[in-house]
């Protein structure tokens, strides 16, 4: 039996994929060697790592083919290379796809990540908001007219912006102004957090905080927040201190593709600029896209030559395949089911006396507080991994124990549920997990003092887990029908 939520076709796909591995056998056979052993060792475990997921055979197989070896520097119609008609059409059907889907003004296709996609969205709102008012005072149309000494001050002042972001302990990303990022270099910045009692996003504590450190930028969206955000109270706040409002939405991208994020809950139609990776919960390539209203729409074009070179074009099909995908109802049903699962499992923990961050889950995060298991994060990941279940260690707000070893375990639902897993199959999750941790103890240091790293699993947990797991992984098999002969 299987629920698979991707759409495909198991006999083309097997046929395609298994000439292609002959094709990269003739050349280097260990190359597809590891290819058939990634797709096995993806086949038997349990993935419930946030931000991944896997992409639809036609996303994967679009990104393998001669659109990989033409440089398209430059925007549609208007590159820096010449016979880039193809490439103009596949770039202009993923910014139409993603306008169409996410009800965007404006949007960009070319970054190869997240981060980029976050840098070209930063450089963009200081060139719309810095720099242009600044050349236009100086009366020179752009920065090649300046001399030394304006191009001097004009870096200056380019340096000197602020930006507000969420903590990385609260859930934030790196590029929200973590210091030792290039955010939190290029910006002077501050972070605001979650309220210490409930884990929650405080509003007024961010409209404070915005109030006395007046930012160019506020970021909102996150890696590790296990709540909806509240975007039009966001930009209200931005609106009030003068604000960019930039929402980073890399991680519930497929919910708001979806329509499971609508209203004050959809970024989209309150932030000046959106950034998303197009590989987590929205199902497609690795890659980022950029949205933007109108008004900020010349400079976000502008990406090459600000801080991209050579776009993925190959990956941008990609995009615009997978953004098609996303446009269907199949689609739409299977993020209300990201959503639901996340329910289902955040239910199985509590039920079974397990402490979650915020206390519960409404999107497609749960996050385990591990320290009432005893555990560091950094000993409960490798435990599950011990045990087959593929987490990641995250800091929990006002984490004891630090960015490296932790306090929290995330788990995600997008990936299992893309298998067809649901409410009993997350639920046995939760079990899995919880008896894995309870039946794991700290271990000690080499010189016998209390480590955060090293660990002890009871003998049989791990067999046993992984005999649970495979019972329902075979039911939801990856690739149903695919065969690699
Ligand atoms: N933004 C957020 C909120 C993320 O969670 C991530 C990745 O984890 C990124 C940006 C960066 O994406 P990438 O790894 O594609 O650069």
Request: charged share 20%; net charge negative.
């Amino acid at each position: 039996m299987t629920d698979s939520t991707l759409p495909f076709d198991s006999r083309l796909t097997s046929s395609a994929y298994s000439q292609a591995l002959q094709v990269i056998e003739a050349v280097e056979p260990r190359i597809a060697e590891a290819t058939r052993a990634e797709l096995a060792d993806q086949r038997a475990s349990l993935k419930l790592i946030a931000s991944e997921n896997y992409a639809s055979p036609a996303v994967l197989l679009t990104m393998g083919t001669w659109f990989s070896d033409k440089y398209a520097e430059g925007t549609v119609g208007h590159r820096f290379y010449a016979g880039c008609q193809n490439v103009d059409t596949v770039e202009s059907l993923a910014a139409e796809h993603a306008r169409e889907l996410f009800g965007a003004e404006y949007a960009y296709a070319q970054p190869h990540s997240g981060i980029d996609a976050n840098l070209v969205a930063f450089w963009s709102i200081l060139a719309h908001r810095v720099e242009g008012p600044w050349l236009e005072k100086f009366g020179a149309k752009n920065v090649s007219e300046l001399t030394e000494a304006d191009w001097e001050a004009l870096r200056a002042e380019l340096g000197n912006q602020r930006l507000l972001g969420m903590s990385l302990d609260a859930g934030g990303h790196l590029t929200h102004g973590f210091r030792p990022n290039i955010s939190g270099k290029m910006f002077h910045q501050q972070q605001y957090g979650t309220d210490p009692e409930t884990g929650l996003l405080d509003y007024d504590a961010v409209r404070a905080k915005a109030r006395e450190f007046k930012p160019l930028v506020l970021v909102a969206g996150y890696s590790a927040y296990p709540r909806r955000v509240n975007f039009a109270k966001m930009r209200e706040i931005a609106d009030e201190v003068g604000a960019t409002l930039m929402v980073d939405m890399a991680h519930f991208a497929g919910l708001v593709a979806g329509k499971v994020f609508t209203g004050d809950e959809d970024p989209v139609p309150h932030a000046h600029v959106v950034t998303t990776t197009t590989h987590k919960s929205l199902r497609g390539p690795r890659g980022g896209l950029v949205l933007a209203t109108s008004e900020y729409a010349p400079s976000v074009d502008r990406g090459c030559p600000m801080v991209l070179g050579g776009p993925l074009s190959h990956v941008m099909a990609a995009k615009a395949v997978a953004l098609a995908e996303a446009r269907t109802p199949m689609f739409a049903d299977y993020a209300q089911r990201v959503a639901d699962n996340a329910k289902s499992m955040a239910e199985g923990f509590l039920s079974r006396g397990a402490s979650l961050v915020t206390g519960g889950t409404d999107n497609h995060i749960v996050l385990l507080d591990v320290t009432s298991f005893g555990l560091t994060g950094r000993q409960a990941e490798s435990a599950l991994l011990d045990a087959g279940v593929v987490t990641n260690r995250n800091s929990i707000p006002s984490d004891p124990n630090g960015a490296w070893y932790t306090s929290g375990i995330r788990f995600g639902t997008p990936a299992l549920t893309t298998r067809g897993f649901g409410h009993d199959e997350f639920d046995k999750v939760a079990e899995l997990v919880v008896d894995v941790l309870s039946n794991t103890t700290p271990g000690s240091t080499k010189a016998g003092g209390p480590s955060k790293a090293t660990y002890l699993l009871a003998d049989g947990v791990a067999d046993r887990t992984r005999s649970a797991s495979a019972e329902m992984l075979d039911k939801h098999p990856l690739y149903p029908g695919l065969d690699l002969a």
